[in-house]
């Protein structure tokens, strides 16, 4: 279980201090599939940032299975069981997707025909890419799913993801939602947290987090929360309307 009490987050900007989180308490669960959604700027890549060290709180404490986390670096959340697959997934040279694969598996003699299967998972012809070099000769759709198979080959307590439908196509897009599905199914002592746009996404959620201008605006089962987002014409025009009013 992951709990956040009182987060904030500032940072410094021309006019002086800026607030990107302001005091966040949030408590998820374990066996949930949890989706945040909200408007672009809102604050949730910070959060995910946040939850897996790679960004401190200015004020503000986290609790992963009870242990305080907050000061715990990136190494050691990972070795505690939260991973983290990024907006913008990171490229590495002279690294092979393989290699990568392993690193993530935590196990070396990972087969490749375990690789093979992650890969596929995220609709990639395995073949293709197992000896690629993680560089920018990959696409960003590309790197996306690669990063998004290293999380599936990880195998976690908490796996994050951060808007994983960005630069995917419609194709990939199915199979994600796919993988997802899967997930969601076969969750055991464990949580997902995906941070997305997408209806499709929205609907496997056992909970819903609605995030606008670094607050929780909604928090709630995907029953009660996903029919107030749909009411109007898009769930990006609902978060809007939570922006204003504070
Ligand atoms: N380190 C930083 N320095 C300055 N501004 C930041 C920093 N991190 C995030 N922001 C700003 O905080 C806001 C929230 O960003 P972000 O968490 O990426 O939102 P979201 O993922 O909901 O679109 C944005 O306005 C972004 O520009
Ligand atoms: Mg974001």
């Known amino acids: 279980m992951l709990t956040l009490e009182h987060i904030s987050f500032d940072v410094q900007d021309e006019g002086g201090e800026k607030g990107i989180i302001k005091d966040l308490s949030l408590t998820l669960e374990d066996n949930k599939f949890i989706v945040i959604t909200g408007p672009n700027g809102g ?123 960005a630069g995917i196509d419609l194709w990939s897009f199915q199979n994600l939602i796919q993988v997802f599905e899967k997930m969601r199914n076969a969750i055991h002592d464990s949580s997902i947290l995906i941070i997305s746009h997408q209806e499709r996404i929205l609907d496997i959620a056992d909970e819903i987090v609605v995030i606008a201008d670094g607050k929780i605006r909604r928090q709630g089962p995907k029953e009660e929360i996903l029919p107030e987002l749909l009411g109007t014409s898009s769930a990006v025009d609902v978060c809007r309307n939570y922006e204003g009013g504070n």
């Open 43 to 165: 604050g949730k890549s910070t959060l995910a940032r946040l939850i897996a060290g790679v960004a401190k709180p200015t004020s503000g404490k986290i609790y992963f299975d009870g242990k305080d986390i907050t000061d715990a670096g990136i190494t050691e959340r990972a070795n505690l069981g939260i991973s983290f697959a990024f907006q913008q997934p990171v490229r590495f040279k002279g690294v092979q997707v393989l290699d990568l694969l392993r690193l993530a598996a935590g196990k070396m003699n990972l087969s490749v025909a375990d690789a093979c299967r992650y890969l596929s998972e995220v609709g990639l012809c395995a073949k293709d890419y197992i000896n690629r070099e993680v560089n920018a000769s990959l696409s960003g759709g590309e790197l996306k799913r690669i990063e998004i198979a290293t999380v599936l080959a990880r195998g976690t307590k908490l796996s994050i993801f951060d808007e994983p439908e």
